[in-house]
T-cell receptor
Framework: EPEVTQTPSHQVTQMGQEVILRCVPI?????FYWYRQILGQKVEFLVSFYNNEISEKSEIFDDQFSVERPDGSNFTLKIRSTKLEDSAMYFC?????????FGSGTQLSVL | AQKVTQAQTEISVVEKEDVTLDCVYETRDTTYYLFWYKQPPSGELVFLIR??????QNEISGRYSWNFQKSTSSFNFTITASQVVDSAVYFCALREYGGATNKLIFGTGTLLAVQP
């Protein structure tokens, strides 16, 4: 079965640093997503991306966050100046009408 | 607004017991999809099932079965003869049909611990 690939699997950064989380969605999918899961909590929607632009974003997705699909294959989430509360597992996903395919996640730890 | 409630935070059973995980949802849409995902200790989200709002037939897949009751807005998940490998967090999720984003709204999850 095709896969959504996320790199790195773990990222440790200092507070205030910029991080870029990378994802390669499934190639013929059109909708792309980032979700976040703080340890022990539910999976929360961050942003959706369709037709090379953001189609919806949650309240969590403030000015510190941005997404890009720079080359038609990669889909990145950038956090400009990380805060301690950004520590979480970040999941990328892409979608067919039938189901949402999740990547295996990037565990971000902000120290 | 969409909402998914999983009232059971944690369930502990002994191997071979049957266990039911509850899911109650709220939506104003008449067309929507319901999902269950499994999150093992390794952290990935494993797709289990998708059910659309027009199809109220119960579904069985091996030891797993799902009971969709539109009248009570519930989509419960039963594991028969549970095994230690079933230990995980299980998330129920809702997606409205035809929205701008088709985003999933997740419940808070139920941690299932199956003891040998």
């Amino acid at each position: 079965e095709p896969e959504v690939t996320q790199t790195p699997s773990h990222q440790v950064t200092q507070m205030g640093q910029e991080v870029i989380l990378r994802c390669v969605p499934i190639s013929n999918h059109l909708y792309f997503y980032w979700y976040r899961q703080i340890l022990g909590q539910k999976v929360e929607f961050l942003v959706s991306f369709y037709n090379n632009e953001i189609s919806e974003k949650s309240e969590i997705f403030d000015d510190q966050f941005s997404v890009e699909r720079p080359d038609g294959s990669n889909f990145t989430l950038k956090i400009r100046s990380t805060k301690l509360e950004d520590s979480a597992m970040y999941f990328c996903a892409s979608m067919t009408p039938e189901k949402l395919f999740f990547g295996s996640g990037t565990q971000l730890s902000v120290l | 607004a969409q909402k998914v409630t999983q009232a059971q935070t944690e369930i502990s059973v002994v191997e071979k017991e049957d266990v039911t995980l509850d899911c109650v949802y709220e939506t104003r849409d008449t067309t929507y999809y319901l999902f269950w995902y499994k999150q093992p200790p390794s952290g990935e989200l494993v797709f289990l099932i998708r059910r659309n709002s027009f199809d109220e037939q119960n579904e069985i897949s091996g030891r797993y079965s799902w009971n969709f009751q539109k009248s009570t807005s519930s989509f419960n998940f039963t594991i028969t003869a549970s095994q230690v490998v079933d230990s995980a967090v299980y998330f129920c999720a809702l997606r409205e049909y035809g929205g701008a984003t088709n985003k999933l709204i997740f419940g808070t999850g139920t941690l299932l611990a199956v003891q040998p």
